[in-house]
């Protein structure tokens, strides 16, 4: 968002508040052991800026570099103001501005800054903490627990008993992570999720590269897989169980002969109804095959000192416990939204194109794909923002603000369409959607592609008057 502007419109002042104290944001936040795309990089990669490293399913590490580079070629690096968490947000149409009042982090001062557009990049993910259910008997326990999210560089696993709580893309991830640093590790789950492997390096990529210039490689990658990764969600929604069976017989392909696929890797719902959890090189599948790590079913119980207690009355021996059991929704980062006086609750709002809020002037928000790479939506919403403000400089309008139709609440639905349990317990707190565009936000990038780069900016939205002297 920050390059667009920046490039688009070099006639505004662009800041970047970050709250925590170094840029980076997930790539930096989180540290545990194998933490990586699950994402292809042709297309989580910047537009502008094609991915270049070797791996298509790439380590954190990697991304965190390539994404400040990328920030200190744009400039963007220079435009971000660290320790600066906004906490609240004011709309005055008299002014059409916004005033932020912005917490200092790192001196405690309260700060107030005002713009004509915010633009909420913040995810909706809780940051700050993960979600960490209430297991019986957690003070019995004389081993570390440790969430992902807050993993201790100091944590030695190698020779230890680790049972990781969870099945979804974290959980996959840290298995073979940890079996690699010589731990004994279980996967406790106490439902599967299903699990594709899919090479850590793209064979076209890696041709094409021989060949051709990177600006001729980029497209022609990012293009073959997202017809690829749309043609197996489109495949998951409409005949579910050849996916399905797909799935168990590629999961079978790769594990011990005999190994009972239908309870460790069989979920009970369709896929796409959650992500899809990609394993790069199928090194999930390795381990188990390998004996290094062992996959089991079944329900906590509750903690006993030196394990975890399970429903089927097996106890698994534990040194370590980590708890990969998701994390927490959050609304444009927490922060409290105000409309000439009047609170607004982000959960009662209609999102507009997937990227704006009925009744919010002059306020964005970047919500990415759930179905692919969350960067392909951002750079839409991006591209959407820069020819709306294109638009507001032409015609001397001051404000948009998307008009909300009254609809029944039968017809409005989650902002998110996955079952994942972080979305069933959090949907509640975040913006919904309604029946059709342009209230519906659509996880298809070829239909987004055409209403976002190229469709009409005043449909379903409601202008200022122009400023005087300037027509509309």
């Known amino acids: 968002m920050a390059a667009r502007l920046l490039r688009d419109h070099p006639h505004r002042s662009v800041a970047v508040l970050e709250a925590r104290g170094a840029t980076g944001g997930t790539w930096d936040l989180f540290r545990y052991p194998g933490v990586r795309s699950d994402s292809d990089m042709h297309t989580l990669g910047y537009a502008d800026r094609p991915w270049r490293g070797p791996r298509a399913i790439a ?18 690096d220079r435009r ?36 004509s557009w915010l633009a909420a990049c913040t995810g909706y993910y809780r940051y700050d903490a993960g979600y960490a259910p209430a297991f019986p008997g957690r003070e019995a326990f004389r081993g570390d627990v440790v969430h992902p999210q807050h993993w201790p560089q100091d944590l030695e696993v190698a020779g230890r008993d680790v049972v990781v709580v969870g099945s979804g893309a974290t959980a996959v991830t840290l298995v073979p992570a940890l079996a690699a640093r010589g731990a004994r590790v279980t996967m406790l789950q106490r439902s599967p999720s299903w699990v594709l492997a899919l090479p850590s390096d793209d064979p076209l990529a890696r041709r094409l590269r021989r060949a051709l210039p990177g600006p001729v490689v980029r497209p022609v990658v990012l293009w073959k897989n997202v017809l690829l990764s749309r043609a197996l969600y489109r495949a998951s929604r409409r005949r579910p169980q050849r996916v399905a069976a797909l799935l168990q ?35 999930l599948f390795r381990v188990v095959r390998e004996g290094r790590a062992e996959v089991v079913t079944d329900a906590v119980e509750r903690f006993v000192t030196d394990g975890i207690a399970l429903a089927s009355g097996r106890t698994l021996p534990a040194d370590v416990v980590v708890t990969a059991t998701g994390l927490e929704l959050l609304a444009l980062g927490g922060l409290r939204l105000v409309v000439d006086g009047e609170e607004v609750d982000p959960a009662r709002t209609l999102a507009y194109k997937g990227l704006m809020l009925g009744g919010v002037p002059n306020l964005s928000l970047t919500v990415g794909y759930t179905n692919a790479s969350w960067t392909l939506k951002a750079d839409l919403v991006a591209t959407y923002v820069s020819r709306l403000l294109r638009h507001l400089d032409r015609t001397g309008h001051r404000s948009v603000v998307p008009v909300a139709p009254d609809l029944p609440e039968e017809d409005l639905v989650p902002l998110i369409d ?10 509640g707190r975040l913006p919904r959607q309604g029946p059709a565009a342009p209230w519906r936000l659509h996880q298809d990038y070829l239909r987004d592609l055409r209403l976002l780069r190229w469709g009409p900016l005043t449909d379903g939205v409601r202008f200022d008057a122009p400023a005087p002297g300037r027509a509309a």
Not at 59 to 76: F, K, M, N, P
Not at 418 to 427: K, M
């Open 59 to 76: 380590d954190g590490a990697s991304i965190l570099a390539y994404l400040r580079e990328t920030a200190a070629e744009t400039g963007v």
């Open 80 to 115: 971000v103001r660290l320790h600066h968490r906004v906490v609240a947000a004011a709309w005055s149409s008299a002014d059409a501005r916004w005033t932020l009042t912005v917490a200092r982090g790192d001196t405690g001062d309260e700060l107030r800054l005002t713009c």
């Open 249 to 283: 017989r590629r999961a079978a392909a790769q594990l011990p002969p005999g190994y009972d696929v239908a309870t460790h890797f069989t979920p009970s719902y369709d896929p796409w109804d959650q992500r899809l959890c990609v394993v790069p090189d199928g090194d």
């Open 418 to 427: 996955l079952r994942s349990g972080y979305v069933l317990r959090g949907a």
